[in-house]
């Protein structure tokens, strides 16, 4: 009974029947969030060292840390 209040009703409905669609459909969600995610990471790390490569030394500020 307090399975039901907590779940949504897709979630609910889908609990009492034989099918798993809201284990596929997290399924598909992360199939399809994680690549794009991992997309983005990848290029903002490519931007990130071709900036850094095409960048005048000259131009560059020294980290000088805790001194």
Known sequence: MIDSL???ATCANNFRGDGNA???SIFFMLMVIV?????VVFCMVRLARREG?????ELRD???GDA
């Open 35 to 39: 690549p794009m995610l991992a997309g």
């Open 22 to 24: 809201a284990g596929w």
């Open 53 to 57: 490569a095409s960048l005048d030394p």
């Open 6 to 8: 907590l779940a949504c």
């Open 62 to 64: 020294e980290y000088e």
